[in-house]
């Protein structure tokens, strides 16, 4: 009736470097734990605490957990008479991610980690003798603390001398659909059709902008994508 596991894991990896660029340091230990009750409830925790010396001594450790949860609907008593379900459930996650991004600049001792915040809901199941297969996932990030240059900070005159800063944020959300079909002809000839499809929309929450731009030349707000320019009247 009752499932467990653990998997705990560490790493560390050393990149040496030549010239004026110091060696980077990272270390990440993590502890995923696994529990499902009789088949049909499914939770999953995962710890995990990253290091790197891209950072300030003070700055320089992050704690990333993750938790997940998902229920087998086709493993409840009401479905074992649905002949057409071999599989179905119900999931969902939410997560921090830690990013170190690429640094070999100028030190900024009041740089910090950028993180992400992920929300997933979704569905999936085999059906038909598993000849079908579907899947719909909604998901939803927001990157906090990106990294980046402020250029509209220093002026051009500073050249390289410019530090990365912790100056953005981005919000991504949207769906993703597959499914697939398998069947045969004959007893030799085996296919596979299917299709996906993701729609995704995000949008930039804040970014180096400098006050006093006229609207149509703000890109806070609008998606990171927007391409800025004179329009041809052709």
């Known amino acids: 009736v009752h499932d467990f596991s653990a998997i705990g894991a560490f790493r560390y990896t050393k990149n040496e470097m030549t010239g004026m660029t110091q060696d980077f340091k990272d270390a990440n230990i993590s502890l995923r734990l696994n529990y499902s009750y009789d088949k049909r409830y499914l939770a999953e925790l995962t710890l995990a605490g990253m290091g790197s010396n891209k950072f300030d001594k003070n700055d320089r450790f992050f704690f990333s957990p993750a938790v997940g949860a998902s229920w087998i609907i086709s493993n409840e008593s009401f479905m074992k008479e649905v002949k057409a379900v071999n599989f179905l459930k119900l999931k969902a996650s939410f997560g ?139």
Not at 162 to 169: K, L, M, R, V
Request: with cysteine.
């Open 96 to 234: 921090v991610l830690g990013y170190t991004g690429s640094l070999a600049r100028w030190g900024n001792p009041d740089l910090t980690w950028e993180y992400s915040q992920e929300f997933n809901i979704g569905i999936e199941g085999l059906f038909f003798n598993n000849r079908l297969s579907t899947e719909l996932n909604y998901f939803h990030e927001c990157r906090k603390d990106i990294i980046g240059v402020n250029n509209a900070q220093y002026a051009a005159t500073a050249g390289n001398y410019t530090i990365y800063e912790n100056i953005g944020q981005v919000t991504n959300q949207g769906i993703d659909i597959a499914i697939n079909w398998k069947g045969n002809i004959g007893r030799d000839f085996l296919y596979t059709v299917g299709a996906n499809m993701t729609y995704s929309k995000n949008k930039l929450d804040k970014w180096n902008e400098i006050e006093g731009v006229e609207s149509y030349r703000k890109a806070i707000g609008r998606p990171t994508s927007t391409i800025f320019g004179l329009q041809a009247l052709g």
